[in-house]
């Protein structure tokens, strides 16, 4: 930093000098050109009275809030109140609002993997698909007309129940995932399983495709409903590239 004297300061009328000097505190920093003093210090001098402000004002308002917890605890038994709550409630635009509301919310949480509340799911959903991962590939296999599932087969996976369970998880929002209870859920091939028959020849490699975890999503039965079979959706093809690069498959 270049020197300049506070005379000089003065006269150009800047608001800092340096001196190059350290300050009773050791700081080695700019002036203030009116009071002298370091600009660290009054820094943090002025940083350490802000979090006392803040600090006593914290204690306030905690006292405040728990005035109002009382207050609540006991007005919210009262029978003309609860009366009162439940009419409110029961309005159909109130349903419609706190719906859309939740959604936000849920959809604010992120992956399930993250969140507390998702984690309730996650357990459900890990005790409930077991079987179902053992029907899933059978359904797979024969879908593709290859029969059902043979041992060999098994082997071409590569992968564990648990790892597809993880994985399935992972691309899932907590939203997606408890709408998929509610409503029922399905596996999902992105490429759908009539494309990939239609394109491959070799049969285990269309098994191979279909069940390779990158190509596998949860989905609500609502919603598999509304994309099945539709190739030409950006997702779909952009799976379909990224699949066809992985495995090598030329058209
Ligand atoms: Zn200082």
Same mark, same amino acid.
């Given at each position: 930093?270049?020197?300049?004297?506070?005379?000089?300061?003065?006269?150009?009328?800047?608001?800092?000098?340096?001196?190059?000097? +350290? &300050?009773? $505190?050791? $700081?080695?920093?700019?002036? @203030?050109?009116?009071?002298?003093? &370091?600009?660290? &210090?009054?820094?943090?001098?002025?940083? !350490? !009275?802000?979090?006392?402000?803040?600090?006593?004002? @914290?204690?306030?308002?905690?006292? *405040?809030?728990?005035?109002?917890?009382?207050?609540?605890?006991?007005?919210? !038994?009262? +029978?003309?109140?609860?009366?009162?709550?439940?009419?409110? *409630?029961?309005? #159909?635009?109130?349903?419609?609002?706190?719906?859309?509301?939740?959604?936000?919310?849920?959809?604010?949480?992120? +992956?399930?993997?993250?969140?507390?509340? /998702? *984690?309730?799911?996650?357990?459900? @959903?890990?005790?409930?698909?077991?079987?179902?991962?053992?029907?899933?590939?059978?359904?797979?296999?024969?879908?593709?007309?290859?029969?059902?599932?043979?041992?060999?087969?098994?082997?071409?996976? /590569?992968?564990?129940?648990?790892?597809?369970?993880?994985?399935?998880?992972?691309?899932?929002?907590?939203? =997606?995932?408890?709408?998929?209870?509610?409503? =029922?859920? $399905?596996?999902?091939?992105?490429?759908?399983?009539?494309?990939?028959?239609?394109?491959?020849?070799?049969?285990? #490699?269309?098994?191979?495709?279909?069940?390779?975890?990158?190509?596998?999503?949860?989905?609500?039965?609502?919603? *598999? $409903?509304?994309?099945?079979?539709?190739? &030409?959706? +950006?997702?779909?093809?952009?799976?379909?590239?990224?699949? @066809?690069?992985?495995?090598?498959?030329?058209?």
């Amino acid at each position: 930093m270049e020197i300049i004297t506070r005379q000089r300061a003065l006269k150009e009328g800047l608001k800092y000098y340096f001196t190059g000097k +350290p &300050c009773k $505190h050791g $700081h080695i920093s700019k002036r @203030w050109t009116i009071g002298k003093s &370091c600009i660290e &210090c009054t820094q943090t001098s002025r940083r !350490k !009275k802000m979090k006392k402000e803040y600090d006593s004002k @914290w204690i306030k308002n905690l006292d *405040n809030r728990k005035k109002k917890e009382q207050y609540y605890a006991v007005y919210y !038994k009262k +029978p003309e109140v609860i009366e009162r709550r439940k009419e409110y *409630n029961a309005k #159909l635009e109130i349903k419609e609002k706190k719906k859309i509301y939740n959604k936000k919310y849920l959809d604010k949480l992120g +992956p399930v993997e993250v969140t507390k509340r /998702g *984690n309730k799911y996650r357990r459900k @959903w890990i005790k409930t698909s077991k079987g179902k991962f053992r029907r899933f590939i059978d359904n797979t296999s024969r879908r593709l007309r290859s029969g059902k599932l043979s041992k060999s087969k098994q082997a071409l996976l /590569g992968y564990s129940f648990e790892e597809y369970q993880e994985r399935l998880l992972k691309g899932t929002s907590f939203s =997606g995932l408890k709408e998929a209870y509610e409503f =029922g859920y $399905h596996v999902d091939h992105m490429v759908p399983l009539s494309y990939n028959s239609d394109t491959i020849f070799c049969k285990e #490699l269309q098994f191979q495709i279909a069940m390779d975890l990158d190509n596998l999503q949860l989905l609500a039965k609502t919603e *598999n $409903h509304k994309k099945s079979g539709k190739v &030409c959706l +950006p997702e779909v093809q952009e799976a379909i590239k990224y699949l @066809w690069t992985k495995y090598n498959v030329t058209l």
